[in-house]
Structure formats: structure tokens, C-alpha cells
């Protein structure tokens, strides 16, 4: 007997033991295994089709929200363009009216002055004439008691006048 070559009774009971081993693995353990094989398969399909999917959508919501991030940035800008614009408006506009103001107070301003010369200039020309006429009465009531001083003082009253007009 050698270890390489077994006898033919012993080759006869292990053939016929595998045989009836692999008959009733074929008839009732390589279905459940095959069938197990195959939803555990069928199992993984639909989980990277349901991973494939979720991926999907994510992207999809992705793109959402980079959208309505680009709408919100838009509309950020145009709501900040619109105050800018308010409000260079209303400081223009602020502006112009106190420049309005200025110049009607600043005329204003000028008509009073022009009232206040000409009333100072009207009361300066009255006092003149009053103080005038107080000296000329007071010359006149001296210096009029002699013809020859009455023609001096007529010539020096016009050389005066001519030298102050010119």
C-alpha cells in the first residue's frame, strides 16, 4: 500500500461519498448559495444605483444653491447700487436746496444792505444840508457886511468847488 495510490474499496467509498455529498449540495445547498449570491448582487445594484442617484441629486441641489447664492449676490448688488444711487440723490438734492437757501438769504442780504446805504446815504446828504446850511447862514450873516468880501468869498466858494470835482 503506498500513500500516493489507495486502494480501490477506499477510492470507491470516497467517490461515492463525494458523490452523494455534492448531490445534496447541488439539490438543496448551491440554490440558497447561488440565490443568496445573487440578491446580496441584486443588493449592491440597487445601492450604487441609489448611491448614483443621491449623487445626482446632490449635484443637482448643488447647482440650486449656487444659483440662488449668484441670485442672492445680484440682487445684493443691485439693492446696494439702488441705496448708493438714493443717496447721492438726496445729498445732490440737499445740496441744491442750500444752495437755493444761500443765494435767496445772500440777496436778501444785499437788498437790506442797499436799503441800509441808501437810508445811511439819505440821512448823511440831509445832515450835510442842515450842517450847509447852518454855516452858509453863519458866513453869510458875517461876512456879507461888505461888497468887496461878498465877491471874495463867491470866488473862493467856486475855486473850492472846482478843486473837489476834480
Known amino acids: 500500500m503506498s500513500l500516493l495510490m489507495p486502494e480501490t474499496g477506499l477510492l ?29 448582487h441584486r443588493h449592491i445594484q440597487d445601492s450604487l444605483d441609489a448611491a448614483r442617484e443621491a449623487n445626482e441629486k446632490v449635484a443637482s441641489i448643488t447647482q440650486e444653491c449656487d444659483n440662488l447664492i449668484a441670485s442672492a449676490r445680484a440682487e445684493q448688488v443691485k439693492i446696494l447700487r439702488d441705496a448708493a444711487e438714493t443717496r447721492n440723490r438726496i445729498v445732490e438734492e440737499a445740496k441744491a436746496q442750500a444752495r437755493e437757501e444761500g443765494a435767496k ?28 446850511v447852518e454855516v452858509a447862514e453863519k458866513v453869510l450873516r458875517k461876512n456879507l457886511d461888505s461888497n468887496q468880501s461878498q465877491l471874495d468869498m463867491i470866488d473862493r466858494l467856486v475855486d473850492e468847488a472846482l478843486v473837489s470835482k476834480s
Open 12 to 40: 470507491f467509498w470516497m467517490l461515492l461519498s463525494f458523490g452523494i455529498v455534492f448531490f445534496i449540495l447541488a439539490k438543496y445547498g448551491f440554490p440558497v448559495i447561488t440565490k443568496t449570491v445573487e440578491e446580496r
Open 105 to 132: 438769504e445772500l440777496r436778501e442780504f444785499k437788498a437790506q444792505m442797499l436799503q441800509e446805504k441808501q437810508q445811511t446815504l439819505r440821512e448823511m446828504r440831509q445832515q450835510v444840508a442842515e450842517l450847509s
